[in-house]
């Protein structure tokens, strides 16, 4: 064993690679352990091979998670046994659903793991690795029980700079829908809500250093409840409306959301709040009631079909993304053909597709009809042509349109500027480079496959 080095020791500069799969929390929670490992000495690696800290952020939802993670694995056992006996070992973690999941077997199935770490125990990650620089194999995976939200701390204004100005903010997490295809609800555990007086401190501390959009986040961010002031118990729509208060914050975004806790608040939040963006992430999964019933989704085509004619009259220019799952067990092709309808109804703007895989210990994988592979992927082929043409059609209608484009960074050409427009697509316009951190409006002009080009709709003034 190593000697143990004092909890004080000086900083050693290291490296750290972290290989994220997975959701948008997933990314989010990479940010995050990168920031709470630069005080504790660890800078970002350029490549695996560069690094003495790997972590694996790993992702449970589809197909084969956990058997992916070992052959991850498996790749890094020549690097680990070529420094195991140097001065300098590599330490390898695995985060994220898989670690939840599989827990201590992870240590049983190989040795060339230090560190097993659930979602909601990164803020112990310094003193976690701490215990493995000493020689220890770590696992922490419960959930916590008395702050639920300890795991989330605010970052630092150097961190809040580096970001830019968007950042995520979570506000929610875990899911008790049970969607039958879903592993979130085991692996994230029961929803819960952040108090809002910590969301609030969080972003205003986010505009004072400088960032204009937040995106809250959580599993089931549309069921996100709490206290207000005086006592009331408010939802999202009220959350955000407090959100929007706060001297900086131009845009605000949540994802991802469920049907069932759309309520009449939140749509009115997009018709009431200037700054709420009118594009919304509603997965559907499927448009056959027979299949939404099986996947125990709690909502039908029609129901979802409302909600889409109650946001659009609200807010008239909002745009739709959404998932889908093709496959699901005991899906005809006349189920199909409804989930053809459905998104032929709506005309999303952008949408996720996916194929159904069993997840042990979810309910769908013991149900009958298991649809087989082949017509999975032609299913997929199918839905994904109509899904595409309708992108392209969305991001074609954006020519001759005048949107508000809140400008980021410098573009790929001298003289050229690029932001993001409502609705997540990137935005390059000729413009002076003082015009960044500021939204102003762009004629659209023309798109490329990913993006919008434009020309200032006004001649530029920026406020003071
Ligand atoms: N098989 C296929 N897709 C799935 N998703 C979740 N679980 C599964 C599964 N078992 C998809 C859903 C969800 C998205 C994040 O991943 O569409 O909304
Ligand atoms: Fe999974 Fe359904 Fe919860 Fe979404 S709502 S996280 S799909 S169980």
């Known amino acids: 064993m190593p000697p143990s080095l004092p909890d004080d020791a000086p900083q050693q500069r290291r490296k750290l690679f972290i290989k994220s799969f997975g959701c948008q929390m997933n990314a989010y929670d990479a940010q995050r352990m990168a920031d709470m490992l630069r005080p504790e000495g660890y800078e970002q690696a350029q490549s695996v091979q560069d690094a003495d800290l790997i972590v694996l952020n790993t992702c449970h939802i589809r197909e084969k998670a956990t058997e992916k993670v070992y052959s ?233 079909l409302d909600l889409v004619a109650r946001l659009r009259a609200a807010r008239p220019d909002i745009a739709l993304s959404s998932d889908f799952i093709v496959g699901f067990p005991g899906e005809t092709e006349a189920d199909f053909a409804a989930t053809l309808a459905l998104a032929e109804a709506v005309q999303f703007a952008s949408t996720f597709f996916f194929k159904y895989s069993a997840r042990p210990g979810t309910p769908g994988a013991d149900l009958p009809g298991q649809v087989p592979e082949e017509v999975k992927i032609e299913r997929l082929a199918r839905l994904q042509a109509l899904v595409e043409a309708q992108r392209h059609a969305f991001n074609e209608s954006m020519i001759g349109k005048t949107l508000p484009v809140l400008f980021e960074k410098p573009g790929r050409h001298p003289g050229q500027i690029t932001g993001k427009s409502p609705y997540l697509q990137p935005v390059h316009v000729e413009a002076p480079a003082s015009a960044i951190g500021h939204e102003l409006d762009v004629m659209i002009t023309s798109t490329s496959t990913n993006s919008l080009f434009g020309h200032r709709a006004a001649p530029l003034t920026l406020p003071e």
Not at 274 to 294: E, N, R, W, Y
Request: proline residues 5%; hydrophobic residues 45%.
């Open 72 to 304: 991850e694995l498996g790749m890094l056992r020549e690097m680990k046994d070529q420094r195991s006996a140097t001065a300098n070992p590599l330490r390898v973690a695995v985060a994220g659903c898989v670690a939840q999941a599989e827990g201590a077997e992870i240590f049983r199935r190989t040795d060339l793991v230090d560190l097993v770490v659930g979602p909601q125990s990164y803020h112990h990650l310094p003193q976690q690795l701490r215990d493995v620089a000493r020689g220890q194999r770590v696992i922490e995976t419960e959930f916590p029980v008395d702050d639920k939200f300890a795991h989330l701390v605010t970052p630092q204004a150097d961190v809040i700079a580096r970001r830019g100005l968007s950042a995520f903010v979570t506000v929610q997490e875990g899911c008790d829908k049970f969607c039958s295809f879903c592993v979130v609800p085991y692996t994230r555990g029961m929803e819960v809500s952040r108090p809002i007086e910590a969301i609030i401190a969080e972003v205003e501390r986010l505009a004072q250093h400088g960032v204009r959009e937040i995106t809250l986040l959580g599993q089931n961010v549309n069921a996100w409840h709490g206290l207000a002031a005086g006592g009331n118990n408010i939802g999202l729509a009220g959350l955000m409306a407090r959100l929007a208060e706060i001297p900086g914050i131009l845009r605000l975004r949540y994802t991802t959301s469920h049907p069932l806790d759309m309520d009449d608040d939140l749509i009115a939040a997009h018709r009431d709040l200037p700054q709420l963006m009118p594009f919304l992430h509603l997965p559907v999964q499927a448009g056959s009631d027979a299949i939404l019933k099986a996947m125990n989704r709690r909502h039908t085509a029609a129901h979802y």
